[in-house]
T-cell receptor, first 116, second 112 residues
């Protein structure tokens, strides 16, 4: 069974600085998707970024980028120019690529605080 | 922009009572999901639903739980006899045609 591990329960960053959140996963599958979701205090789950395992190029969405290391089964999220609104719980998630309707498997989450 | 909606936002119930949580997925989506998040813990998959039947369910999704798509827009999660440990945030999500799952705002269920 696939597992997702986030080893940093809490992280802190100064406003305008850069922070990297770590995620590792375990799978025997060769094709899958990885996601980062943001959960602000409202507890809404918001998709931040996605990565297809077959793509070597790291995904980027504005200030958010990932470092996907398939051999190491690592999928870290980099937030550049951190803003106060980035403060939230961040979850890494895995999904098998077979079919369209696969479940998401989440990590334990990393609570990010942003200091002004 | 289309979004997943859920009602109610907060439900308080007595142990042993039945509750129905409601979701309206994004209209052109075909896959529907329920997840739950006990306070302070990670989000856990409960069940996925496609073509009017369950496509996958987790160990959590026992006989006390059921899902239904009673019409073309709603997707419901029923808990037949609630327990204290069912207190959690319940998220509905939907997907297709892309692989992203879009989440609703959640229903906070409190069982007393």
């Amino acid at each position: 069974a696939q597992t997702v591990t986030q080893s940093q329960p809490e992280m802190s960053v100064q406003e305008a600085e850069t922070v990297t959140l770590s995620c590792t996963y375990d799978t025997s599958e060769s094709d899958y998707y990885l996601f980062w979701y943001k959960q602000p205090p409202s507890r809404q789950m918001i998709l931040v970024i996605r990565q297809e395992a077959y793509k070597q190029q790291n995904a980027t969405e504005n200030r958010f980028s990932v470092n996907f290391q398939k051999a190491a089964k690592s999928f870290s999220l980099k937030i550049s120019d951190s803003q106060l609104g980035d403060a939230a719980m961040y979850f890494c998630a895995y999904r098998s690529a077979g079919g369209q309707g696969g479940k998401l498997i989440f990590g334990q989450g990393t609570e990010l605080s942003v200091k002004p | 922009e289309p979004e997943v909606t859920q009602t109610p936002s907060h439900q308080v119930t007595q142990m042993g009572q039945e509750v129905i949580l409601r979701c309206v997925p994004i209209s052109n989506h075909l896959y529907f999901y329920w997840y739950r998040q006990i306070l302070g813990q990670k989000v856990e998959f409960l069940v996925s639903f496609y073509n009017n039947e369950i496509s996958e369910k987790s160990e959590i999704f026992d006989d006390q739980f059921s899902v239904e798509r009673p019409d073309g827009s709603n997707f419901t999660l029923k808990i037949r006899s609630t327990k204290l440990e069912d207190s959690a945030m319940y998220f509905c999500a939907s997907s297709y045609p892309t692989n992203e799952q879009f989440f609703g705002p959640g229903t906070r269920l409190t069982v007393l």
